[in-house]
């Protein structure tokens, strides 16, 4: 559903790095374009752990 995923996305923009990373492998399991899309934003992150989740989620969209 486009929803969920819309929601997913905007925290992504969570202040809480946590919340980002975790968000991040979550969208992992969501072969969306918008969601690929997203996390490519989001290798921006100002969080390396952040920045790495997000790294690890398009690999594993990659693969599959």
């Excluded at 997913?8 to 968000?23: A, Q």
């Amino acid at each position: 559903d486009k929803r969920v995923i819309e929601a997913f996305i905007k925290l992504l923009e969570d202040e809480e790095p946590d919340i980002r990373r975790k968000v991040a492998e979550i969208l992992a399991e969501f072969d969306d374009e918008q969601a690929i899309n997203a996390l490519r934003k989001a290798l921006k992150d100002p969080v390396p752990a952040v920045q790495e989740a997000v790294k690890e989620a398009l690999l594993q969209l990659y693969r599959n």
